[in-house]
């Protein structure tokens, strides 16, 4: 009888892991489609300064090309803020494939660098959508001890497209390389036609039968919807009854999450990671390395996919904010080796040739066990559900705002304190960011969305029980 008890719930638990994880799935194309767009400019940027290129990018022109992206992210967070509220999460997702196809094909009919930088700005509008509404569906379709692996993931694909990117960006020019980023957006908008709207968005919007189908299909019919339903039902009911305002943003139990998510925003940004991503072959091929810079590039690329799968796996038993300060460590002494490499004298670069690459390495490494996937997962997980679309919004605005901001400068940067003292910046700035982790930033693990705005709310944590969703009923 045990057995057979053990057996049926074994069978429940799968289910539920193959239904939460399919919508995952689903939502997680648009994080490949993010990842191409911001891969892209790498190996674009030498293949558009070749002679044979039909639209040649002069020098002037590369750090727009490598920055714009971030200027059409940065309006497009807000917006997915709103969207995502007034929309849903899923119809938001399912109108981006829209924008990315409307900018790759501005790209791909470029006959001259406006309508190419025009292209840059639409691809990166719809990255900031992406940004903002996959780590929200993720986290309000899975179970508290799932989210953070799910959570990511996010992360995770958004490196294999980089990784695609930089792989097929070695064979193919500009052009083509647009046509294959193409793909991935449509294979988001199938999918996603096939799971369904989150639980919490369909009550908090009237929509309560909906929610039990929508339960129903992630979680399994023996689970018994309309309990669960009632039960997530009671949560919502027992959070702030206000939807946003900007007076709403002065409440502590706002400002303080909206404050620690920008701060990991702003800092995983000055670590200087996407000066990395968006031009790693033109650093590479400033260092005089003997090696093709698109091979070295291409290992960049395995390395950061294959480290945030490692962080994603380690997301759940770690904990966040060891990760966090591992990754900040690492990172900063991985910055100081690589600044040092250019602090030396030409001829003595010669017997050390190895540690740029091998900076790269460790420090790509770093970034991606702790601040690539964590800010991200962290955002989706400390706002308040009434108004976690327009604070996503606001912290996903100051992330690109600062993508914007840090690539943009970075050659600019170079030309003031030259490329030691660059590197040497960002890596103290990665220091900085331990000690605001240390100091400031909770651990989420194994909490659940409820338990975590009581947190910040100052509420007694209650005696609860966990149902399918993860959320918590109060028991007498």
């Known amino acids: ?33 993010m990842g191409t767009g911001l891969g892209y400019s790498s190996p674009a940027i030498p293949s558009l300064q070749s002679v044979n290129s039909d639209v040649h990018l002069d020098d002037e022109y590369v750090p ?31 109108l981006i494939p829209v924008v990315f196809t409307a900018g790759w094909l501005c790209i791909i009919l470029s006959h001259g660098t406006s309508l190419l930088l025009f292209g840059r700005i639409v691809t990166g509008f719809a990255c900031g959508l992406v940004s903002l509404a996959v780590p929200v569906y993720i986290a309000e379709t899975s179970a508290p001890e799932s989210r953070g692996i799910l959570g990511s993931c996010v992360q995770l694909m958004i490196t294999l497209g980089i990784l695609l990117t930089y792989v097929v960006g070695k064979f193919i020019e500009w052009k083509w390389l647009a046509l294959f980023s193409m793909t991935f957006p449509s294979i988001l908008t199938v999918l996603m036609t096939f799971v369904p709207e989150t639980p919490r968005w369909l009550l908090i919007n009237g929509k309560r039968g909906d929610a039990i189908k929508a339960i129903d299909f992630l979680y399994g019919s023996s689970l018994n919807p309309e309990s669960e339903c009632q039960l997530l039902e009671t949560n919502i009911s027992q959070q702030t009854s206000e939807r946003f305002s900007w007076q709403v943003l002065l409440l502590p139990h706002v400002l303080r999450p909206l404050f620690l998510s920008s701060g990991l925003m702003i800092f995983q940004q000055l670590s200087g990671i996407n000066n990395v991503m968006f031009y790693t072959v033109s650093i590479f091929q400033s260092t005089g390395s003997t090696m093709d810079p698109n091979d070295e590039t291409i290992i960049i690329g395995v390395v950061l996919f294959l480290a945030t799968l490692a962080g994603s796996l380690l997301m759940d038993l770690a904990g966040r904010r060891i990760l966090l300060l591992v990754s900040g460590l690492v990172m900063a002494f991985s910055l100081a080796g690589l600044g040092t490499y250019y602090y030396l004298d030409a001829a003595v670069r010669d017997s050390y040739n190895w540690l740029p690459l091998t900076s790269m390495i460790v420090y790509i490494a770093a970034f991606s066990v702790g601040y690539g996937p964590i800010p991200w997962l962290m955002m989706s997980e400390l706002f308040s559900v009434k108004v976690r679309g327009w604070s996503s919004g606001i912290a996903t605005f100051v992330n690109w705002t600062f993508v914007f901001l840090v690539t943009k400068e970075f050659y600019y940067l170079i030309d003031l304190i030259h490329d030691y003292g660059a590197y040497w910046t960002f890596g103290s700035l990665c220091l900085l960011s331990c000690v605001f982790v240390a100091i400031l930033v909770p651990e989420t693990k194994g909490k659940t969305l409820e338990d975590i705005e009581n947190h910040f709310q100052g509420k007694k944590q209650p005696l609860h029980s966990v149902n399918a969703l993860g959320d918590d009923l109060e028991t007498i």
């Open 64 to 94: 727009w090309f490598g920055s714009l992206l971030a200027i059409g992210a940065l309006i497009g967070g807000p917006i997915a803020g709103f969207a995502v509220d007034y929309f849903g999460r899923k119809l938001t997702l399912m």
């Open 1 to 33: 009888m045990e057995s057979d008890t053990i057996t049926l719930l074994t069978q429940v638990d799968n289910r539920k892991i193959r239904k939460f994880h399919l919508a995952a799935v689903a939502a997680l194309f648009g994080s490949i489609s």
